[in-house]
């Protein structure tokens, strides 16, 4: 949430980065192919690698690291992009959104994963596409992304599936039906933990089981922040008149929609068996807490009245008939046993003691 | 919510089963009926079934296990199913929902039962309808599914009602029917446990009444789930213009979405009872908490400055007056009936005594 | 909620009766009229009842039980009524809904009342009316509903109002408004039983009162789950091109609307005015326990000092110069008076003591 | 929320008041006025009032008082007004609404106020505004209303503002402008009330406190049901093709409907507040309980194991080797103080002593 | 929300000035320019300030206060401003939207800001723009506004980025922009709070803390009524048919309508936040008072025997064999540390000593 106000005042249309600080250089890969062909080479100057482009085959420019805006900007240049679009680039702050621009469409997005430093922590990482034509996509990403892409380029490589004998449109709902994985991912290990704190709640309710159950309540709270948009997102590509898009792409473009349905509607899932959780936690609080009054109450109440008695006896008044009976501080055992007695059977009838 | 993100990294379009584990051989029924005859036949081998086909007739071709996707695939070549279709067919975590596609309709659904393993337990299986024309039907099960189709083979047989007169888009609807009543069963399962839980609730609200609520709880969360969509499903084929469905047909679908209506109502009707008896449980807690206390602060009240008067006597001071009169331990026992007596009345009065 | 399942299985289009059981006799009763004359009579075969009926009158026949299949079918067939409507007609387990054919419509609604026998308890009763053409209406109720068109059978036999020179329509309108005026009783009911509920919640809130508020939020959810229905039908039928209902009478449905939405208003009012009563309830206990809770700890902090004292003066040491003293023992007396002294003025000051 | 049921059974359109009780004459209001000239008679007849009316000025008809059916059925007869209308203003339990007839639009408001003898007590009186043409508007209003139009009165008495210039559409925005402005006024007293609980909250939330909280919960919750129709029946006005409201009124009545909605969002902020006052209360009770138990548990704790001490020293053994030493009760006393001080100190570093 | 009411009864279109007390006077501020040239000069007097305008350049004329009503009469009379809209100018009561005149465009927006006088708490102030035509923008703000418009202002002077060579719609979007960017920091203002509640809930939750979230809670209840309108206000921009918005202005429009969704997401991340907080809150007290009541159960069980014990070897009968023992003493010693440690051992066993 850092950073979202720093830019405010700045004139709209700067390219200012906001972002995780990161030191790494700007990677800008080309991967170009067609049915027969495949080529990729790694660059570090924008212009060195639009040297090597080859109009009658299907481009993918992909940009890893968006702190160098000046990169951006001469990306933003050359393919002629609004500055809106090159501004939301640079500001991983966005939720996802499709801009359809007269000679591009733009889609943002936020994958997430779990950190792998961190365990059980999610990061998230900010996508943008930009389609510009049949054959030509850009892909923006942040420099520490990790290889999310490289089962996709394994298959371009390879040839496999029908990836390569489509064009840039069928690449870039590849890249989105990624995106659409990591979430299933995400929610995977969320499931996995939610299981065992249902059984840590069931065993012992401690407060490091709220304060679980809390963080997991936060990452919801986050992916359902960040998947509601990425649906509308789906939504609205599908039902734009984009001619960027053909139809048989999208069919898939449909599925990536259903996937996302699908990714809500366990959020949804989540977020009330979280709340119904929660509810079990309380329960069981006040549960130990009647369980913890129940035997002081039992102690207490065995023992108070024949402390008294006790106490009754060890009075030093000097006319008290029962001190003298030779019996006395027997039956006053078997009177103080029998009272004790009478309460446990009194206890155990009204099921004090399980 | 296993193995959802085992598919992440594949191509999109490769069949991969996702389910339970089985072993179980997959069948091909093919049922073939007109208003006269009616042929029923298991085959193991899928091209061996499509030579037993007439097509004159009406014709019911059901796989009972989609493990294996050979045959699936080698279905989805013969009559040219899109793989986005099989895909959805294999991976049993789809959400109900209808695809119109140019050569035929697909509807996914899910069936809810009882265990008949384990009591009061759910299982949900994936149903896939493919309708081709208005004369060929696929149905893919799961294959561990028991004989949910049995009753509407039995009507087959005996040509009993409506439907040997109809065509396949009224076999189409009977198998939804017959899924819609499978949601109407298990309610009446859940509503029985509701009732049982609600005298429970009154009588002994214990941590088991709990688990059980919360088990149901996640039981109609889960059936919500599976419910909505199959609403949107039937809306969805309603609204479409697909010429698959006749428009007397149509008329039962609107009675399935009717009962799909109910079965909600009837969910959400769960969900606000469910509530309201945690309500109960919590303030039953409540309740007993009080009780205890009740019990405790009377038995300390009474007792405590009776202990202090007994103490008092037993202080060995050289100069008591108290002590040496004859009468004063009687007076002594007087005054100590006479504040346990006073007390007892106040809490009467105050109605702490029930 | 019981027989749910039960149909599941048979075919669609089966006429099995759904319902409370009953034995009565079912009754058609015939009634004819016109702004002239008026006839009326009881039949219990149908076919000898069609026999009087008179093209030129409005004619209302209305058969009271359900449970009789076979007249209903043959009501059926005479008027050429959709299958899935008789199936509709003896299952009374329907949500309230309007369903237009062709040759005419069909309006399902729930009558809820008071049971006369079980007080504060809600019954509801189905009533199916089929509007064929505009002097041809039949209607179904279930056998032991009571008299509750005996004012409207009044009023036509009265010749009152506008309800004689109106066609079957408007006949219609008035059996619906009198099902919307069913909801308005029982919300009155609910609304004098709140209140006093209320005023036992201020002055002595026990278990019982937290039983009857789960009453009646299940009947306000039962309420709640009729009535919702009821107010899409008279939309649906508002917004329907049917030619059954006349410009002047759809003035009136409109009016039924509005009824129905201030009954879901006053629903929803009731909801808000339930969840805030079990509030009260709640920290009602909660402020009781504090009540004990004070009481215990007055008594205990000022005793257990005061015995400790004098358990003090209780000890058997040799030497102990206090004990010798003449004034000791009076001296402590009063040192155990200051005590207490003191902390009633420290409890007064806290506001500890009321 | 009495009588609602009472009209059950009357045929639909029988004008039968429900309301208050009241014994007040009914009177009937002429106004009349253009540019130049105003006139202004009260009248216990109407068809004497009608005697006076001009046409080509605005006549503004008031009822003060709708409990004489006869008058409002008078009325009705000679401007033609349906007779569902009629019901509608004598039945004070409606909902703001607006009716768009082929002859004149009815407007039925609800207007709320403080009770002027009961502080802090809302009262609400319906007022129906009926604009017949550009130059007619009759309203009613129940007969204890108060002055609510003393102002627009003096307004027109004045020729003040747009208003004398004006049609009788510009007449009738301005008493919605004064309904809504009622709504301000409640709302503006219900948002001190709750500043003034907010104090008390912090300073001593008890039972009161949370009686007041229910009590504003109650209005809020009346308010909202009141004025969600009223902002339906203004937006309706506005959609509405009526001939009946001019343009520049139409931009009035836009004002009004800005207006309804702040009303609700001023609603809906105060649910929120009432919520969260709520929470407060009940953490509040849970917080004093704990210092409840907290000062129990100190005190127990600090004498309970003195009094064991003291207990131990009091038993009578023949041979117990401490009693006899000289310094053993100066010894024990020294145990006790150290054991106190010990206790004190732990409870003070586990901040138990605030 | 003081002073809702007081304008209720004053005629409609009356300028009264509801806002904040203040004295300030009122300066008006002519900024003029093209790509070429910039002109800026403060004014107390509109027509002074009208003799400089220029036809030629984008004007923006900003007042600085709107308290003195006679100034912006007299901007209205000049411009032909509706009277509905300068009533809304000078009541800081309301919500942004849009109205479309015909002869210009007018915006009312929110601007909230942490107050610099008091820490943490936010103050808000109303800002109108009206668009005259595509060189004529006028704007109001509240006297005590502060700065806001400096950096646009700045940006205007230098001539940086792409607004010296826009029409006067392209600075209101920027003025807009900069509203929306107030929210922004507001939120992290808040968020910043929440992250340091949040660690207190975890370390020290007391009532500090719950006057925080509360606190909190308002604040966010304020922005949110504040935000959800701005929403509605670009959205109704963006749809409405106006010729005052160019389209490549219109792209910007939909940035800032992006913005405002974010600033929705965040604020209702917040509320979920907050309501976790605030169930953390709770089942901290609950804990604690569990830990509390641990305490006292641990000693009153392990004492109130032991005392017990003391008791009845202090008591004085005559016959009592233990007494006379030699052993006696130690031995009932032995058994009284006997029993604490069995107890220890059970309550460590049972986990209740962590």
Not at 177 to 201: A, N
């Amino acid at each position: 949430m850092q950073n979202l106000s720093e830019k405010s005042g700045t004139p709209p249309g700067t390219l200012v980065y906001f972002g995780k600080d990161t030191k790494e250089k700007v990677s800008i890969t080309l991967i170009q192919y067609d049915e027969q062909e495949y080529f990729e080479r790694d660059f570090s100057d924008f212009d060195e690698c639009m040297n090597h482009t080859d109009n009658g085959k299907v481009k993918w420019i992909n940009v890893d690291g968006i702190h160098d805006t000046a990169i951006v900007e001469s990306i933003g240049t050359r393919f002629n992009i609004h500055p809106l679009t090159l501004e939301d680039i640079v500001n991983t702050m966005q939720r996802a959104k499709v801009e359809d621009y007269d000679n591009y469409i733009a889609c943002i997005m936020k994958m997430v994963y779990e950190n792998p430093k961190i365990k059980k922590k999610l990061v998230s990482e900010q996508l943008v596409i930009i389609l510009l034509n049949d054959n030509t996509l850009i892909s923006f990403q942040e420099a520490d992304g990790g290889d999310v892409f490289d089962q996709i380029r394994n298959r371009l490589r390879q040839g496999k599936g029908r990836i390569r004998k489509q064009k840039a449109d069928y690449l870039a709902y590849t890249l989105m039906d990624s995106v659409v994985d990591s979430y299933f991912s995400v929610l995977e290990m969320i499931g996995d933990e939610l299981e065992d704190i249902e059984d840590l709640l069931l065993k012992s309710p401690d407060n490091g089981v709220l304060r679980r159950l809390h963080q997991i309540k936060r990452e919801v709270i986050y992916l359902r922040k960040s998947v509601w948009p990425m649906r509308e997102m789906v939504n609205n590509i599908e039902r734009s008149e984009t001619r960027l898009f053909s139809e048989s792409t999208g069919i898939y473009l449909r599925d990536v929609h259903d996937h996302t349905i699908r990714v809500i509607d366990t959020i949804e899932t989540y977020r009330d068996l979280l709340a119904g959780m929660m509810d079990i936690y309380l329960s069981s609080i006040s549960n130990r807490m009647n369980q913890v009054m129940k035997t002081l109450t039992i102690i207490t109440t065995i023992f108070v009245p024949l402390t008294f008695i006790a106490g009754v006896y060890g009075m030093n008044f000097k006319h008290m008939p029962e001190l003298e009976t030779k019996a006395g501080y027997f039956v006053v055992w078997g009177i103080m046993i029998a009272i004790a007695a009478g309460l446990l059977i009194y206890f155990r009838k009204n099921k004090w003691l399980k």
